[in-house]
C-alpha cells in the first residue's frame, strides 16, 4: 500500500522559509517522479514543482522559480520543497504526490499516488 504523508507546514511571515517534506512508503522513489501541488482558497490546485530521479531532472512553475527547491533522499525515501522568500500568496495547503513512471508530468492526472496535504500560511 502506498502513502504519502506531508509534513513541515506552517505559518510564517513573508520573506520566511519553510522545508515541507513527504515520507513514503510503498513506494520507490528512485524509481518514480515525483511533484509538489498546491491549492489555495477558493482556488484549483496547481502544479508547483516535480523531480525525475534519474538525471535529477526538475520543473518548476514560473512563480517559484528561484525560491522553491525539489529534492529527494533516496535512503530516506522522501521527497522535500525548500520554500525560501515566502510570499502571502504561496498560502495554500501543499500535496505531495508520486508516478509509476520516471518521468515528470505538470498534471495531476499524471500523479498515481497522493498525500493529504500540509497547509502553508505566509502573513504579510
Known amino acids: 500500500q502506498v502513502q504519502l504523508v506531508e509534513s513541515g507546514g506552517g505559518l510564517v511571515q513573508t520573506g520566511g522559509s519553510l522545508r515541507l517534506s513527504c515520507a513514503t512508503s510503498?513506494?520507490?522513489?528512485?524509481?518514480?517522479?515525483m511533484g509538489w501541488f498546491r491549492q489555495a482558497p477558493g482556488k484549483e490546485r496547481e502544479f508547483v514543482a516535480a523531480?525525475?530521479?534519474?538525471?535529477?531532472?526538475?520543473d518548476y512553475t514560473d512563480s517559484v522559480k528561484g525560491r522553491f527547491t525539489i529534492s529527494t533522499s533516496s535512503p530516506k525515501n522522501s521527497l522535500y520543497l525548500q520554500m525560501t522568500n515566502l510570499k502571502p500568496e504561496d498560502t495554500a495547503v501543499y500535496f505531495c504526490?508520486?508516478?509509476?513512471?520516471?518521468?515528470?508530468?505538470?498534471?495531476?492526472?499524471?500523479?498515481?499516488?497522493w498525500g493529504l496535504g500540509t497547509q502553508v500560511t505566509v502573513s504579510s
Open positions: 504526490a508520486a508516478r509509476k513512471v520516471d518521468s515528470t508530468s505538470r498534471r495531476q492526472a499524471a500523479y498515481d499516488y
Open positions: 523531480i525525475r530521479w534519474s538525471g535529477w531532472s526538475t
Open positions: 510503498g513506494v520507490t522513489i528512485s524509481r518514480n517522479a
